[in-house]
């Protein structure tokens, strides 16, 4: 038995202790993905997930006036609901949560992503066991087995405060084999060094925000550093545009393989092998695709991407209006072998990388991590004026306590320096930029406009 066997064991059988169903679920899912996904398994659990609306005040009352869930064609019922947006959840919060919700396991999360308007959800255990074996699963795709060394570029606020992660979180990290070198502040120093982990010991996969692990490329680019090739990159949080894909992959010459998801939704969509696409996780997501009067866009044509949960009970999203735009392949057969929805791609995120003045780089999500679980912040946008000024726009739903913006910009000049000038802009409304996506950081340091010029979609490859 190897040590990575004994590993898996280990971290399957803690699962257990704790009553979460991962490892059966993972093993479920793989075994499906490699047999292939029965034709009806997303039509059994999406008529499965409208069934129990019926236990959720807010749906109950929309199927009373529509009559009852088709079991046959559940996607032509959905159609029927409204689409769920985030105004929505906002004044009907209470009533759409589940009657049951006090059985189960639960906790909040936050939204806040590419739209920069944060809500507040709830989220159950079985939600988080199929996210979490869906993940498991789509790593395996890579290449990377479950507790095979694995680094993430990812943002990591508190480790920024504290320098130090919890007891838990480390032994679990050694446990699945798992470093973080964090996005939210990359010095050139720190980067050489994280350059230098990877030459010595290449990692099975890196995980990364599409943004960090491109401007991570660059910087090994720019200052002649060499890179041993590494065997495969994962990214998220933010669109991955085709110069950025070929950048990354020229520089650590490995696939890169880009996945699609939020924190409200869990993960929705990633790549194969193949590149042909994001497959929609059959057990977790259905997606469609509508223009901008609700209708569904034309087969192969552009619209707002709604999702469907088929795991959140606890708060059922239905018809869940994420914020983004983009295209649902009129094929639903991939070259890999595998079938059904295929997001051919996805447009509408867009986060600026920040910089400090002796060359750190800081992700824009750490700005938006610093406005979650904030129930007066209706939307925002974040602005990097010049090194020493950053400008936070936002669009009130109540009153900010003082202590509030206090922490606020306390933590943002704890990123960047106690001289740097914090300032609430506090409007009426954030439009959208002039190509219509809403862009919720925004560096305005020359150095951002040298990036090649951003492209509108994110393209097969």
């Given at each position: 038995m190897t040590g990575t066997t004994l590993r898996q064991k280990a971290y399957f059988g803690y699962h257990r202790l704790i009553g979460s169903s991962l490892g059966n679920v993972y093993h479920e899912?793989?075994?499906?993905?490699?047999?292939?996904?029965?034709?009806?398994?997303?039509?059994?659990?999406?008529?499965?997930?409208?069934?129990?609306?019926?236990?959720?005040?807010?749906?109950?009352?929309?199927?009373?006036?529509?009559?009852?869930?088709?079991?046959?064609?559940?996607?032509?019922?959905?159609?029927?609901?409204?689409i769920l947006t985030k105004s929505i959840i906002r004044q009907h919060s209470a009533e759409l949560r589940s009657i049951d919700l006090p059985q189960r396991k639960w906790d909040y999360n936050t939204s806040g992503g590419s739209t920069g308007e944060p809500i507040r959800i709830i989220q159950d255990r079985e939600f988080w066991d199929r996210v979490y074996a869906l993940q498991l699963l789509w790593f395996g795709w890579a290449g990377r087995d479950v507790c095979e060394?694995?680094?993430?570029?990812?943002?990591?606020?508190?480790?920024?405060?504290?320098?130090?992660?919890?007891?838990?979180?480390?032994?679990?990290?050694?446990?699945?084999?798992?470093?973080?070198?964090?996005?939210?502040?990359?010095?050139?120093?720190?980067?050489?060094?994280?350059?230098?982990?990877?030459?010595?010991?290449?990692?099975?996969?890196?995980v990364a925000y599409a943004q960090a692990i491109y401007e991570l490329a660059r910087f090994v680019e720019a200052e002649g550093i060499r890179v041993a090739p590494q065997v495969a990159i994962h990214t998220s949080a933010g669109t991955l545009y085709p110069f950025m894909r070929e950048k990354i992959t020229s520089v650590f010459r490995c696939p890169v393989y880009n996945r699609y998801g939020s924190r409200e939704a869990g993960d929705i969509a990633c790549e194969c092998e193949a590149h042909y696409g994001l497959h929609v996780a059959p057990w977790c997501s259905y997606v469609e695709v509508v223009d901008d009067a609700g209708r569904p866009a034309p087969r192969g044509g552009e619209g707002r991407i709604l999702v469907t949960s088929l795991v959140n009970y606890a708060m059922p999203l239905i018809r869940y209006d994420i914020g983004d735009r983009g295209v649902l392949s009129p094929e639903e057969q991939c070259p890999c072998g595998r079938r059904g929805q295929i997001?051919?791609?996805?447009?509408?995120?867009?986060?600026?990388?920040?910089?400090?003045?002796?060359?750190?780089?800081?992700?824009?999500?750490?700005?938006?991590?610093?406005?979650?679980f904030r129930d007066w912040v209706w939307k925002f946008r974040v602005i990097q004026k010049d090194y020493t000024s950053i400008v936070f726009q936002i669009v009130k739903a109540g009153e900010p306590q003082p202590e509030e913006l206090a922490e606020i910009e306390r933590e943002t000049k704890r990123v960047f320096a106690s001289d740097c000038a914090v300032t609430f802009e506090f409007v009426p409304d954030i439009a959208?930029?002039?190509?219509?996506?809403?862009?919720?950081?925004?560096?305005?340091?020359?150095?951002?406009?040298?990036?090649?010029?951003?492209?509108?979609?994110?393209?097969?490859?």
């Open positions: 899912m793989l075994q499906e993905d490699r047999a292939g996904v029965p034709p009806e398994r997303t039509r059994q659990l999406l008529a499965r997930m409208l069934a129990h609306c019926k236990s959720v005040p807010y749906y109950a009352r929309l199927m009373d006036q529509i009559g009852e869930p088709s079991q046959e064609d559940p996607a032509e019922y959905l159609r029927q609901l409204p060394p694995t680094v993430w570029v990812w943002g990591s606020e508190r480790d920024i405060v504290r320098g130090t992660a919890s007891l838990k979180s480390r032994l679990g990290n050694w446990l699945t084999r798992t470093t973080y070198f964090n996005a939210f502040r990359m010095t050139p120093q720190q980067m050489r060094a994280f350059i230098a982990q990877l030459n010595a010991q290449p990692p099975r996969l890196i997001l051919e791609r996805v447009t509408g995120r867009t986060v600026d990388t920040f910089r400090r003045r002796d060359g750190t780089l800081v992700d824009g999500e750490y700005f938006t991590h610093l406005l979650y959208p930029c002039a190509s219509g996506k809403y862009r919720y950081t925004l560096c305005e340091i020359q150095d951002q406009r040298t990036m090649p010029p951003r492209q509108e979609t994110w393209s097969k490859h």
